[in-house]
């Protein structure tokens, strides 16, 4: 039997010490907020399922995964399908035909394809230098003006001129009246919330959780203590920013009750012009249809920020310079933390969703204590 620590108990932490227990192993996971569920906790005001971290939808297409995730929870059957706020216009996303019947009033697939050739072609079949030239050239210049500019500029705090192509290699364009946001063959909001999946993964008599405490805080005691360690908090900040600062962006949200029974229609409203200095509104009630009490709703405005120290990271920014920079962490945690896995979103320094978070950890697992 192994003694592990689990440092945060986020979809993968919890995901690992529910294996780990299963097998048998005692677990003890340390959480420094002070409640479970990492980024995917969610929490009931007046009757509605607030998601405190932002909008988050399950979607895949791995079977495996939505079987896993299915012993925890029953899902319902919300399909992700935001709308765009320009200055008042309402344009359906993802890009596909009612956007284009709305912006252009074409009808037919072979009319928007024409109309975005025609926009794309300002370029003349200029190789893209930045991330404006690269939207112009995958879906011409009105859907870039009005649906991308303002929108990208707010996330990343940056002129879209001044941000590399890289960052959108592709746009999904889809040549149908399809506002379905995901591609996956599976997609749902767990009913009563994603945080009781979480307390479900962690509620074996072999597992403790202490949550409000900081692994730093008592760092060299717990490495003498466990057998293995799984860290789930941010690589460069185990090493003390020893080989520089990774980058992150962060958010920051705001959240009001609302005596309306509904306030704007939809589960997301995405603001996209450079104006409004929110990117997006949740309204929470319609992730499950709107079945809590009437005249009663809240909303969760979400603005982007510059993460700097002692902020959430929410994303990894992962560009060339972070890559090389997570790749020398990577390999300073081969040689001098033998005893210490890193895992999951921060531990990784990897933009993963919560089906491969999951997927990820139970690699981990059968790697680590096997099937
Ligand atoms: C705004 C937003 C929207 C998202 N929307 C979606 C979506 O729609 N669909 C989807 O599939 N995925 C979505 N995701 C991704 C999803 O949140 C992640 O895949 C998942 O939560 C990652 O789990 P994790 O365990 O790796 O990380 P986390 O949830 O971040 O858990 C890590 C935990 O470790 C704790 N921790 C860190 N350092 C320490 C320390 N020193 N001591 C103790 N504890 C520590 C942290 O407090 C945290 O609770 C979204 C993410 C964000 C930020």
């Given amino acids: 039997m192994t003694k592990y620590l689990i440092v945060g108990a986020g979809l993968f ?61 029953e899902f319902n059957r919300y399909t992700n399908s935001p709308v765009a706020n320009y200055h008042g216009e309402i344009y359906n996303l993802p890009f596909n035909m009612n956007t284009f019947n709305k912006l252009w009033g074409v009808v037919t697939p072979e009319e928007a394809q024409a109309k975005i050739d025609e926009q794309k072609s300002i370029l003349n079949g200029k190789r893209p230098e930045n991330l404006e030239e690269q939207a112009i050239s995958l879906v011409g210049t009105d859907i870039y003006e009005k649906l991308i500019k303002g929108y990208t500029e707010k996330q990343w705090g940056r002129s879209t001129k001044d941000l590399p192509a890289f960052i959108i290699r592709r746009l999904p364009v889809r040549l149908t009246y399809d506002n379905n946001y995901f591609n996956d063959d599976y997609q749902g909001i767990p009913v009563g919330g994603y945080t009781q999946i979480v307390e479900k993964m962690l509620a074996s008599d072999l597992i403790t959780v202490e949550t409000g405490v900081d692994f730093f805080d008592k760092k060299d005691e717990y490495l003498k203590e466990f057998d293995r360690i799984i860290f789930t908090g941010m690589i460069d900040e185990y090493f003390n920013y020893s080989l520089g600062e990774l980058e992150y962006r962060s958010l920051k949200f705001e959240t009001e009750k609302l005596d309306v029974d509904n306030y704007q229609g939809n589960a997301v409203v995405n603001y996209t012009d450079a104006e409004t200095p929110f990117t997006r509104i949740i309204e929470h009630k319609h992730f499950e249809f709107g079945k809590s009490d009437k005249n009663k709703t809240v909303i969760t405005r979400e603005y982007p920020k510059t993460w700097k120290r002692g902020d959430e990271p929410y994303y990894p920014v992962n560009n060339t310079k ?27 320094y990897r933009y993963y969703d919560m089906d491969q978070v999951i997927s990820a950890a139970l690699n981990v697992v059968k790697a680590e204590i096997g099937d």
Avoid: P
């Fill in 13 to 73: 932490g919890a995901t690992f010490a529910y294996e780990a227990a299963k097998k048998g192993h005692e677990v003890k996971v340390i959480e420094r907020r002070n409640h479970i569920a990492g980024n995917i906790f969610t929490k009931e005001v007046d009757g509605i399922q607030v998601h405190q971290y932002g909008a988050h939808i399950f979607h895949t297409s791995n079977k495996k995964v939505w079987d896993y995730v299915n012993q925890f929870a």
């Fill in 322 to 348: 972070n890559n090389t920079l997570y790749k020398q962490y990577k390999e300073l945690a081969d040689r001098k933390a033998k005893n210490v896995l890193f895992g999951g979103r921060l531990g990784q």
